[in-house]
């Protein structure tokens, strides 16, 4: 179970019973999981016991997420959704409380950086847009199931964000803010959740191959440059970061809360160095890599 007396004594760290099944029987809502990182999120959580409630605006992506899942044996339901939409997100909560009676795990995944609009081009109705999509419903989604996991005095609440949160994004400022508030959301309602049990966690993504973000197509012949794009000499794929939401999500991270982190393959790391196939060499003031 995730909720266990608190003695002040080693006893407090929680047992895991069997490593392979980390959320074994827990309730778990994805937002966006009908596809790229939710997606990847909702299998690697099933795999490992959870029930898992899928929130998805896609019909297609949300029957064919459940049908993948429920084949593989897991356990799913789907709920066509749009989290922008406090109606939709009543009825989400209202539907997953009806089932279970509670949530021990919320993954709030949803986010678009589409359309990138410029901030000399941006008005008030883009940066409301990039808003709605990227932060509000956070908030919404976060405080439908904060009070069950209260009840609870128990729960994981994870946000999938940016590293564009966390580091300057010149394409589009509007959607670095909303994802360093995201981020920032998740430290502040960490210390306010703590004493109920509760832990609150952040990933920073970048580089993941997922339908919103194609990082593979039309550079087929520029594969060793990826030595210069991330440490890690890779594209990311939604496995990379399900891998961190598992231990942000489970009692693996009992101990971890406030916290956002970058699983990014290195690129908020790196900073300004590149590394130069050509030269063979880091470089911070590239005339050509
Ligand atoms: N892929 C990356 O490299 C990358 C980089 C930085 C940040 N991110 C962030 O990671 C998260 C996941 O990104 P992704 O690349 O997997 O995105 P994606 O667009 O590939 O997948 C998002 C899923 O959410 C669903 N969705 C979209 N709007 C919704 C809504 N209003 N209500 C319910 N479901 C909705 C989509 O149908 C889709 O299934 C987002 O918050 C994104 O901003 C991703």
């Known amino acids: 179970m995730t909720g266990h007396a608190r003695s002040g004594t080693a006893e407090d760290v929680p047992p895991i019973d069997d490593w392979n099944r980390l959320l074994d029987g827990r309730v778990a809502v994805v937002t966006g999981g009908g596809d790229g990182v939710g997606a990847g999120i909702v299998r690697l959580f099933a795999q490992h016991g959870a029930h898992v409630e899928v929130a998805e605006i896609d019909a297609t992506r949300a029957e064919r997420i459940r049908a993948e899942v429920t084949a593989a044996g897991g356990s799913i339901r789907s709920h066509v959704v749009d989290v922008t939409s406090d109606a939709d997100v009543a009825r989400l909560a209202e539907a997953v409380l009806a089932a279970h009676g509670r949530v ?153 809360t406030g916290h956002n982190i970058p699983v990014d393959g290195g690129t908020k790391a790196g900073g300004g160095w590149l590394f130069s196939p050509r030269e063979d060499r880091f470089v911070n003031r590239s005339r050509h890599l």
């Open 104 to 256: 021990d795990v919320l993954v709030n995944n949803v986010g678009d950086y589409r359309p990138l609009v410029p901030f000399a081009q941006s008005t008030p109705d883009s940066w409301q847009a990039i808003y709605n999509v990227n932060l509000r419903h956070v908030f919404a989604v976060t405080r439908a199931f904060v009070p069950t996991m209260t009840d609870a005095r128990s729960g994981s609440i994870v946000t999938v964000h940016s590293v564009e949160g966390m580091r300057g994004y010149p394409k589009d400022p509007v959607y670095g803010a909303m994802k360093a508030a995201a981020a920032h959301f998740t430290t502040c309602l960490a210390v306010d959740l703590g004493r109920h049990g509760i832990r609150v966690n952040g990933i920073g993504t970048d580089l993941a191959q997922t339908p919103q973000v194609d990082y593979l197509t039309g550079y087929e012949d520029d594969a060793a440059l990826w030595a210069s794009w991330a440490p890690v000499g890779r594209v990311g794929w939604p496995e990379d970061q399900a891998r961190v939401a598992l231990f942000l999500a489970s009692d693996l991270s009992s101990f971890v």
